[in-house]
């Protein structure tokens, strides 16, 4: 967990692209750097993360480590591109929904408005069903 003062110092690293209390989003570019950095530097992850600026005391010794685990095994299956785009929200992952429009969106609430009061009446019959 981080707190706000840490939040604020590491959004300010031209490295994260986000910061939440729980998790640092690391940009595309620093990545792939990494990566480079590891291989073809013998680099540890620790020092690859030092060299970018990053407080390990912050972030967590073992936080280096565990990324460049993460992006290598990222790497070998996908090469470089796979760093290069979001692999995060794949299948049973719920996505953001995106609407085009405020009537497009306005249009989907009524209806799940609308399905959802037709589950919750077919609901309460079924308990009125138990009941009897």
Known sequence: ????KQIDELLKNKNVNKCGFKSITYNK???TKAIRSYFEEGLSPNMIF??????LNVIGKEKPKNCLKRWRKIHKEKGEEGLL???RGGPGRKRKLVFES???EI???KTKVKYLDTENDFLAELRGLKRE
């Not at 030092?50 to 407080?55: E, N, P, S, V």
């Open 85 to 87: 785009k979001e692999n």
């Open 29 to 31: 570019e620093f990545k």
């Open 50 to 55: 030092k060299k970018a600026g990053f407080d």
């Open 107 to 109: 249009k989907y609430l």
């Open 1 to 4: 967990m981080f707190t706000q």
């Open 102 to 104: 405020k009537d497009e």
